[in-house]
């Protein structure tokens, strides 16, 4: 069991608990955050970008919770029924003992439903407890009303683009908008909430005990089938699994589709204005998580991917920024207008609010090259690509050639204008070197003399112009001084051998300016304006990077020790954010399935060198 590091009160003093006080569940199409007091306090029904039903981790009085938990004072534990997704929050107190056992049903049965059922198992472990429950939903983020109707021990909320059916073992009081219960359980007693979308009618099976027993052991047994496929075998397994069940929760089972966080404006730097909307497909986020995915030998979530590609992906029309968009909507839309919430607080009083993402309309040339690479391993390490999807690659790497010599927003989607980010042109150059791969490897036709020319042009203009003398390193942006992690990608990529003197100056140039006891900055935003106010913490994905670059190295020792530390910075339950804070405190949106890709390949790839 991974315990929670300290005892907890059962309400953040502020009305807000941090961030990393939560675990995840979901069905493969959305989930929610439950809180270590036992709150569940995101949850969007149904889809991962559908408007909120709980919020209140956005904002504590409007957003909406159902809260679960003892009425007493109370310590609090979390953790993983080992090998699934599902969640169990122990409450420890002077007269007993009890637990909440959350999840969303998964399996053969549940998969295809379109119940979309969050159900909340509730046990007295030892002694006698006294709990509470109050489902407070607020629909569309807060900003649509709803009634309430009560049918003996099922609690109906009508909105007008939603319903929701409350199914309790408990008797239900309510009101115009919530209802609750107060119950006391005596040892080996349960209680059972389930929460289920309808439309008209109420659906055909209430959730009793019988029934929330039945989903349950369907559901571990989904979970334990699923991860008993991992490869690894590494000495960091319990860590990789969980980052794999997390990458799973975040995929989307109708269409393959793989969003980059499930949540949207949870802020980088409490206080600031860098708060985004996550709930998306990043190309670029979901093609590294094929690679993870591949490595530990998923090949069925990495198909699913190739196919929300070939459907979405047509490489003919291109637009503004080519044949590619930055992301995509979990349905393959690419219509995802940037507007404020300015009725929600934000958590922690850290406005604004934001859905949709107008980074949609940015030109990031890397994309094409986190595409190609994935499309590489996929045919490499899966199965072979199909002569449709050869043609399709053929014409990116074509626009590739013509266009890689721009400037453009780069992979941390500044704010502050385009410039030829020296990251953008290493992923034009793994683009085309990865499709010269497989036409080789295969015997596949391709303009391979034009495809080289330009592969070639790319590496020399990178080590010509993106190279600086003054800091000897590689930077940021061609002819500038600004130091990127970005850059350690580079050996990654196999642009340059791990060990090349270039490579292992720029290195320590890194390791100098951008990390902080393992932990790895992006750059810094007073050297290179981003367009945006404030600062923000250490990026976790550039951390693993670090690790991996160091290993590559050969600095084994400094690697382990680093990726050791980043491991302390996960919280109770193994999760990662986006980004870390000065106080080792998670920051972003939650869970991040960058970090845990890259936290998937650095154990990978240290594992192995340590033998």
């Excluded at 009303?145 to 073992?169: C, E, I, M």
């Excluded at 391709?446 to 112009?465: H, P, S, V």
Aim: net charge negative.
């Amino acid at each position: 069991m991974t315990e929670s590091p300290k005892d907890r009160p059962l309400n953040g003093a502020s009305g807000y608990l941090p961030i990393a006080e939560h675990g995840l569940i979901g069905d493969l199409r959305s989930v929610a955050l439950v809180g270590t007091n036992g709150t569940i306090d995101w949850y969007c029904a149904g889809a991962f970008d559908a408007p909120s039903v709980f919020a209140s981790i956005l904002d504590a009085d409007r957003g909406g919770s159902f809260e679960l938990g003892a009425t007493v004072a109370a310590r609090t534990k979390q953790f993983y029924f080992p090998d699934t997704n599902v969640l169990i929050t122990r409450f420890f107190t002077e007269d007993g003992l009890g637990e909440v056992q959350d999840f969303m049903p998964v399996g053969a049965e549940s998969v295809e439903t379109e119940r979309h059922r969050l159900i909340r198992r509730v046990l007295c472990v030892r002694g006698s407890l006294p709990f509470r429950v109050r489902v407070a939903p607020r629909f569309d983020y807060g900003s649509q009303p709803h009634t309430v109707r009560l049918l003996g021990n099922v609690a109906v909320f009508d909105s007008a683009d939603l319903s929701l059916a409350l199914t309790s073992t408990m008797p239900l009081e309510g009101d115009e908008r919530d209802v609750w219960a107060d119950f006391k359980l005596a040892e080996g007693e349960t209680a059972v909430f389930s929460l289920d979308q309808i439309n008209d009618e109420l659906p055909p099976r209430m959730c009793a005990r019988r029934e929330a027993e039945k989903q349950f052991n369907t559901t571990v047994t989904y979970w334990r089938r699923w991860i008993s496929a991992s490869r690894y075998r590494g000495r960091w397994r319990e860590m990789v699994h969980r980052s794999a069940l997390t990458l799973k929760l975040l995929t989307y089972a109708p269409t393959g589709a793989i969003v980059a966080a499930p949540t949207t404006s949870l802020p980088e730097r409490i206080g600031g204005e860098r708060n985004w909307d996550y709930r998306y497909v990043w190309v670029r986020d979901a093609a590294f998580c094929v690679y993870a995915l591949l490595r530990l030998g998923f090949a069925g979530e990495a198909e699913a991917f190739m196919k929300f590609v070939t459907r979405h992906i047509t490489p003919g029309n291109s637009g503004a920024t080519g044949p590619l968009h930055v992301m995509y909507g979990i349905d393959g839309r690419t219509d995802l207008p940037e507007r404020r919430l300015d009725h929600l607080e934000g958590h922690q009083g850290s406005a604004p609010v934001r859905i949709g993402n107008a980074a949609v309309d940015q030109l990031q040339l890397d994309i094409y090259g986190a595409l190609i690479d994935s499309i590489y391993l996929y045919d490499k390490w899966a199965q072979p690509i199909s002569s449709a999807e050869w043609d399709d690659v053929c014409a990116l790497v074509d626009w590739v050639c013509d266009h890689w010599n721009q400037p453009d927003e780069g992979v941390w989607e500044t704010r502050g204008g385009r410039k030829n980010f020296l990251y953008s042109r290493l992923m034009c150059w793994v683009a085309i070197e990865r499709g010269i791969r497989m036409a080789r490897h295969r015997g596949l036709p391709a303009d391979l003399l034009r495809w080289q020319q330009c592969r070639d042009t790319i590496y020399r203009r990178i080590m010509r112009r993106g190279w600086c003398e003054a800091r000897q390193a590689f930077v940021q942006h061609e002819d500038g001084e600004v130091l990127d992690a970005a850059v350690l990608m580079m050996p990654l990529a196999k642009f340059i051998a791990p060990t090349d003197p270039k490579w292992l100056s720029t290195l320590d140039a890194l390791t100098q300016d951008l990390v902080s006891d393992s932990l790895v900055y992006r750059y810094d935003p007073q050297a290179s304006p981003d367009g945006l106010r404030g600062d923000e913490g250490t990026f976790s994905i550039c951390s693993f990077w670090y690790v991996e670059a160091l290993a590559r190295a050969g600095r084994v020792d400094e690697a382990r020790l680093a990726f050791e530390k980043m491991l302390t910075y996960a919280n109770h339950l193994g999760l990662y954010a986006e980004e870390i804070g000065h106080t080792g405190e998670q920051q972003g949106n939650f869970p991040q399935a960058f970090t845990h890709l890259a936290l998937i390949s650095a154990a990978f790839n240290l594992d192995r060198a340590l033998g």
